[in-house]
């Protein structure tokens, strides 16, 4: 029997990991979330994506580890950087930063099979207030919903202590995208929608693997992909933000596999703070 077959699944086709599982997700999360940590050092007005991309790269590859998204679909790179009202999937190139833009890195590394994929925000030069209020909340947004995830509860729980946060900002939650299930795979079910009502969808159980990404806009929650069928922005072209974290669901909780080993994730904490 193949590796993917081993294992329980639920009802709904999500795969339960074993207590054993943990560690290595927390090797591949940690890695992720290391790469982005060393990354805010590279984030400058005048820097490309490409460039800061190709340091990525470099990275996944010193570490031993594999770039999960690099051939994935036929995408290139080894991370998505999505600037201002780019909500994900933008692709690395080489326009430079400005002052004030934000952007989103994100992040998915394989190692020993194992699948780590985590997002955070920075900033080009110095933040405005307006793009610093969306970062935050956004931010605030992803940890909410994962303070509900324990056993028992629901991926609706999830979904909707985010939207309730986001739109009591007066902000809007994607519904175009998803987080979804990790652990010896890239995406598998369930969809983590950030949206929802209390007590609905799949009932949380220990060793469930997935991430949170929210995404929220300052305008409206529309979004478009670009000719190059990878760049989604917004429709309206307001400023989009996204924080993504890899959890797994413990007896009593959750554990976050991608915190920043040292502290980060405000766009302004640089490796010196
Ligand atoms: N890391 C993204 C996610 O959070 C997926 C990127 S797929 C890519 O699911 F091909 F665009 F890189
Ligand atoms: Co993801
Ligand atoms: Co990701």
Redesign the pocket.
């Known amino acids: 029997m193949s590796e993917t077959h081993r294992g329980r699944q639920t009802k709904d086709g999500i795969r339960i990991y074993d207590p054993s599982d943990f560690a290595g997700m927390h090797v591949a999360g940690r890695l992720a979330a290391t790469i982005l940590d060393e990354v805010a050092a590279h984030v400058f007005v005048g820097q490309t994506t490409g460039e800061i991309d190709r340091i990525i790269e470099e990275k996944v590859n010193a570490a031993g580890a594999k770039s999960?998204?690099i051939g994935?679909?036929g995408?290139k790179?080894a991370?998505?950087i999505s600037v201002n009202h780019v909500v994900?999937?933008g692709i690395p190139g080489d326009k430079k930063l400005k002052d004030g833009d934000i952007l989103n890195i994100?992040?998915?590394v394989i190692v020993d099979g194992w699948f780590g994929?985590t997002?955070r925000m920075y900033v080009a030069g110095k933040l405005a207030r307006k793009p610093e209020r969306l970062i935050e909340v956004t931010h605030e947004a992803l940890m909410r919903g994962i303070e509900v995830v324990k056993p028992g509860n629901t991926f609706g729980d999830i979904g909707h202590a985010i939207q309730a946060f986001v739109e009591g900002n007066r902000m809007s939650v994607v519904t175009d995208f998803c987080?979804?299930g990790l652990g010896r795979v890239?995406?598998s079910p369930p969809n983590v929608l950030h949206y929802g009502r209390p007590g609905t969808g799949s009932v949380l159980e220990p060793g469930m693997f997935f991430?949170i990404?929210p995404m929220v806009n300052l305008g409206r929650a529309e979004t478009k992909t670009l000719a190059d069928d990878?760049t989604a922005v917004t429709r309206d072209k307001s400023l989009s933000a996204q924080y993504?974290h890899s959890i797994g669901v413990t007896e009593d909780g959750f554990e976050i596999f991608t915190l920043s080993p040292s502290g980060m994730f405000h766009p302004t904490y640089t490796k010196s703070d």
Do not use: Q, R
């Open positions: 999960a998204t994935y679909k995408y790179h991370s998505c994900c999937h994100d992040v998915t994929d997002s987080g979804h890239f995406h991430t990404e990878w993504e």
